[in-house]
C-alpha cells in the first residue's frame, strides 16, 4: 500500500514538474501572466544576458534559447543586463502571454541587449519565436542561484533601478508591453 501510494505521489510531482519544464506554450496560472524573453537568433550565442523584474534578479541564458517567466497582472517593470541596460514597463492581463524578443546588438566590449515586444502580427518573428518554444525547452535558473544572485547583485540593482528612476526613463525610448499585446490562446496552437 504504501509503494502505491508513493508511486502516485512520485507520478504526481513528475507530472507537475513537467508544466513548468515542458516544451511549448504553457499557460499560466490562475490569477497569473507569463512572459516569454525568446532569443530566435544564433548570433553572439556565447554572450549570456541577466534578466530582472523590479528589484529582483529572475534568471540569465544565452544562445537560441528562451525563459519563461510567470508573475502578477498589472504593471510590471522588466530589464536586461549586458554591456547597457535594457528596460521595458509591461501592463499585464491575468491569463495573457506575452513575446518579449530578444536582440543580439553589437556592443563595445559585449553584445548590448534589446526588447522587441511582439504580437502575432509580426508574423515571422512569431513563428520563429513559437517554432522554438514548440522545439525546445525553456532555459531555467535554478532557485539557488537566483537567491544568491540576489544577494550578490543587490546594489547593483539599487543602483541601476535608481538611474533608470532619476535618468533613463524620460531619456531614452524604451518599449512598452500593453494588456491587448497577449497572444491569443488558438495562435499558440
Avoid at 502516485?8 to 504553457?26: D, E, K, W, Y
Avoid at 544564433?42 to 540569465?60: L, Q, T
Avoid at 525563459?67 to 501592463?91: I, T
Wanted: charged share 30%.
Amino acid at each position: 500500500m504504501k509503494t502505491k501510494i508513493l508511486s502516485i505521489l512520485l507520478i504526481a510531482m513528475v507530472s507537475g514538474l513537467s508544466t513548468v519544464f515542458a516544451q511549448g506554450f504553457q499557460p499560466p496560472a490562475d490569477g497569473k501572466a507569463v512572459v516569454y524573453f525568446v532569443r530566435v537568433s544564433g548570433w553572439g550565442g556565447a554572450v549570456s544576458f541577466e534578466y530582472f523584474h523590479w528589484d529582483k534578479y529572475i534568471g540569465v541564458f544565452k544562445g537560441k534559447n528562451y525563459m519563461r517567466y510567470e508573475c502578477d497582472p498589472g504593471e510590471q517593470l522588466l530589464w536586461a543586463s549586458s554591456e547597457n541596460k535594457e528596460f521595458l514597463v509591461a501592463d499585464l492581463k491575468a491569463g495573457g502571454t506575452y513575446i518579449i524578443i530578444i536582440d543580439v546588438i553589437m556592443g563595445g566590449w559585449k553584445a548590448h541587449v534589446g526588447f522587441n515586444p511582439i504580437t502575432v502580427n509580426e508574423k515571422e518573428l512569431f513563428d520563429r519565436a513559437k517554432k522554438l518554444i514548440e522545439k525546445k525547452k525553456p532555459i531555467v535558473t535554478p532557485e539557488a542561484k537566483i537567491e544568491k544572485m540576489n544577494i550578490k547583485l543587490k546594489d547593483f540593482i539599487t543602483e541601476k533601478l535608481a538611474k533608470y528612476e532619476s535618468e533613463w526613463k524620460d531619456q531614452r525610448n524604451f518599449k512598452y508591453i500593453s494588456p491587448d499585446m497577449a497572444i491569443p490562446p488558438e495562435d499558440m496552437e
